[in-house]
């Protein structure tokens, strides 16, 4: 079982930034060969894929409503992933789920939910105008 962890929302400016952070338990040494990915739910919609990461980090996969302005990336020594949100505009704001994949799931760039395996509680990210 993985449990994950988010940390790093919060109420920011539009144009502002925020990193994420996302910490896996219970993996074992399993986290270096999960694909994660992060998501989100904004209120009253379905939630959305933001970005996915391989597990050894060497390709990664945006939304374009994003690409360019997030980065993300992982450390796998400290079973972390981050997402580095910069620009930030209104329309970003949505709770931020981690979600941690298969070990060397091939679906991982699919960017699809059900590629997934386990999820956060998410973490609350609002922009104001």
């Known amino acids: 079982q993985v449990q994950l962890v988010e940390s790093g929302g919060g109420l920011v400016q539009a144009g502002g930034s925020l990193r994420l952070s996302c910490v896996a338990s219970?993996?074992?040494?399993?986290?270096?060969?999960?694909?994660m990915g992060w998501f989100r739910q904004a209120p009253g919609k379905a939630r959305e894929f933001v970005a996915v990461?391989?597990?050894?980090?060497?390709?990664?996969v945006y939304a374009d409503s994003v690409k360019g302005r997030f980065t993300i990336s992982r450390d796998n020594a400290k079973n972390l992933v981050y997402l580095q949100m910069n620009s930030l505009k209104p329309e970003d704001t949505a709770v931020y789920y981690c979600a941690a994949g298969p070990p060397y799931g091939s679906g991982w760039a699919r960017a699809d939910q059900d590629e997934f395996d386990y999820w956060g509680q998410g973490t609350q990210v609002t922009v104001s105008s």
């Open positions: 219970g993996s074992g040494r399993t986290f270096g060969v999960r694909p």
């Open positions: 990461i391989i597990w050894s980090g060497g390709s990664t």
